[in-house]
């Protein structure tokens, strides 16, 4: 595809008193700051809704009463208005993230080189480590986000990314795969760290738990959108999901403003985040406007990605973010070393994706919606690997 949609892949003419989630009109009153750092130190909760899926996790094998179907509508109401949600779902426990964590940053602190045995650059590094210095934001190759990023008005603008990110990223793959398929590359053999003999019952047990809330969501954004409840569900069924944390070496990059992912939007259906120890995660709404992610406790933080996007016709556009060292982050790694915790800033993140072999194309009325055109049907698979190209995971 197009590198030139990322500039259309996040800004709208949208206004905020125009937007369905209601604390978004909040936000208003609260974001008005100058200097990106500081932002994030002054607005030190997460100003978006928080969505608890109890009442539709109790209601999940039946046809949703009225409640439910307004907590659908506003999920799908805050992925149009704003490309993310906070959602609260009582199956997933804080303890099991910080388990999670624990592990990784144990990983991500051996010395590089025993990292790099993990490493499948062969896999275009869908699976196994993915050291620092490969991703490559796509700013870096495409004039037309440098363009984007210059006409974000002040307090807004990202980070000019300078250069791949610094972090380094595991892949785990989720779930089931097809049997017969077109993209076999994507679907590789899992890789095994040596010396980590719970590596993996910890990893499907966190990855399996984000991605059954990612697939909740899923099921109540197409009812909120007024599609058939399983219309998204059913084209992620053996899709290529991945449980893929980051690792950032804060003791090695912690100067304000470090940029340990470069402005972006992800490429998959939807991210699911578990909360982090260390801030630095912004985001822009669909109006244009830049804020800093705060979990609450136990809750996770799901964005759009493109292929998302593609299903709705641009009713919900990929989220763009980017994760960079603000007073934020320099104050927690400042207590983690008080505290002799480790300053690895791991992301907790699955990747729910289409699966491969099925066509991207707008689903259901947005097929007739006036901005179906610009989605011309492809191969979930083929589009993956465009998009991986473009930011150098993949050779072409
Ligand atoms: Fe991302």
């Known amino acids: ?15 905020v008193e125009e937007l369905p989630c209601a604390a978004i009109s909040e936000l208003n009153s609260r974001l ?19 969505i608890d899926l109890s009442p539709f996790l109790a209601q999940r094998f039946e046809a949703p009463n009225s409640a439910v ?6 999920v799908a109401d805050c992925l149009s208005s704003t490309g993310c949600v906070v959602i609260k779902d009582p199956r997933v426990a804080s303890e099991d993230n910080s388990h999670f964590v624990d592990l990784m940053e144990r990983y991500f602190s051996q010395a590089a080189g025993v990292k790099h045995q993990d490493a499948r650059p062969e896999l275009h590094y869908q699976v196994g480590v993915t050291p620092e210095g490969v ?20 307090g807004h603008r990202a980070t000019v990314p300078t250069g791949p990110d610094p972090k380094w990223r595991f ?13 076999q590359e994507l679907n590789a053999a899992p890789v095994l760290p040596a010396g980590f003999p719970e590596w993996k019952s910890v990893m499907e047990c966190w990855g399996s738990k984000m991605l059954d809330t990612l697939t909740s969501a899923a099921e109540m954004a197409a009812i909120g959108f007024g599609l058939d409840r399983h219309a998204i569900t059913n084209v992620m069924h ?10 950032a070496d804060l003791s090695q990059h912690s100067m304000l403003g470090s940029c340990y992912a470069g402005f972006h939007y992800d490429l998959n259906l ?8 260390f801030p630095g995660l912004f985001v822009w709404l669909r109006d244009g406007r830049r804020i800093p992610v705060r979990i609450p406790d136990g809750c996770l933080f799901i964005q759009a990605g493109k292929q998302l996007e593609y299903l709705t016709a641009g009713h919900v556009l990929a989220g763009m973010h980017e994760v960079i060292c603000t007073e934020g982050t320099q104050a927690a790694v400042k207590a983690a070393r008080a505290a002799g915790r480790s300053t690895w800033r791991i992301s907790s993140t699955v990747f729910g994706h289409v699966q491969s072999d099925q066509i991207l194309q707008p689903l259901g009325h947005f097929a007739k919606a006036p901005t179906a055109a610009k989605y011309a049907p492809v191969a979930a698979g083929t589009f993956v690997q465009h998009e991986l190209e473009a930011i150098n995971l993949k050779k072409a």
């Open 1 to 15: 595809m197009s590198p030139s949609l990322i500039s259309n892949g996040y800004c709208s003419p949208a206004r």
């Open 32 to 50: 008005v700051v100058p200097d990106n750092a500081e932002r994030d130190i002054l607005s030190d909760s997460c100003p978006l809704p928080t």
């Open 69 to 74: 179907q307004e907590l659908c509508r506003r």
């Open 135 to 154: 991703e490559e934001p796509r700013c870096i190759v495409d004039p037309a986000c440098l363009e984007t990023i210059k006409d974000q008005p002040p």
């Open 171 to 183: 892949m785990w793959r989720l779930g089931a795969r097809p049997d017969v398929t077109e993209f």
């Open 238 to 247: 053996l899709g290529p999901h991945l449980l893929a944390p980051t690792g």
């Open 270 to 277: 939807l991210t699911i985040h578990g909360k982090s120890r």
